[in-house]
C-alpha cells in the first residue's frame, strides 16, 4: 500500500496551502494516520496526526492553532490544511499509517510514501 503525498507548492509567507494523503490499494482506514516534514539537513519532524475515527488529533507545538488534520474514510484520504504559512515550514511533508496512538515518533509509522514539497517565501 502506498500513501502518497500531493498539493504541496510555492507560497508566500502568510499563505495558505491543503495537502493530501491518498491511499492506493488496500485500505488503511482502520489505521491512525500522520503527517511529518524533514527540512534539508534536518531530521523528519513530526506535524499532526489524526485517530482512524478522527475523533483525536494531536499537533506539533509549532503548528497548532495554524494546521489542521482531516480524514474521509470513504475516499482513504487524509488531510492536511496549513494556514499562516512562514518560511520555516519550509520542507518535505510526508504522510505515513500506525496502529494504535501515542507518542508520535517517526518509527511508529509505517507506510511512508513519496513527499510532496512545501516551499514557504518570506
Same mark, same amino acid.
Given at each position: 500500500? %502506498?500513501?502518497?503525498? !500531493?498539493?504541496?507548492? $510555492?507560497? %508566500?509567507?502568510?499563505?495558505s496551502l =491543503?495537502? #493530501?494523503c491518498a491511499a492506493s490499494g488496500r485500505t488503511l482506514? !482502520?489505521?491512525?494516520?500522520?503527517w511529518f516534514r524533514q527540512a534539508p539537513g534536518k531530521e523528519r519532524e513530526f506535524?499532526?496526526?489524526? !485517530?482512524?475515527?478522527?475523533? #483525536?488529533t494531536d499537533y506539533a507545538d509549532s503548528v497548532k492553532g495554524r494546521f489542521t488534520i482531516s =480524514?474521509?474514510?470513504a475516499k482513504n484520504?487524509?488531510? $492536511? %490544511?496549513?494556514?499562516?504559512?512562514?518560511?520555516?515550514?519550509?520542507?518535505?511533508y510526508y504522510?505515513?499509517? =500506525?496502529?494504535?496512538?501515542?507518542?508520535?515518533t517517526?518509527? #511508529?509509522?509505517?507506510?511512508?510514501g513519496q513527499g510532496t514539497q512545501v516551499t514557504v517565501s518570506s
Open positions: 500500500v %502506498q500513501l502518497q503525498a !500531493s498539493g504541496g507548492g $510555492l507560497v %508566500q509567507a502568510g499563505g =491543503r495537502l #493530501s482506514s !482502520s489505521y491512525a494516520k500522520g506535524v499532526a496526526a489524526i !485517530s482512524w475515527s478522527g475523533g #483525536s =480524514r474521509d474514510n484520504t487524509v488531510y $492536511l %490544511q496549513m494556514n499562516s504559512l512562514k518560511p520555516e515550514d519550509t520542507a518535505v504522510c505515513a499509517a =500506525r496502529a494504535g496512538w501515542g507518542r508520535h517517526p518509527v #511508529s509509522y509505517f507506510n511512508w
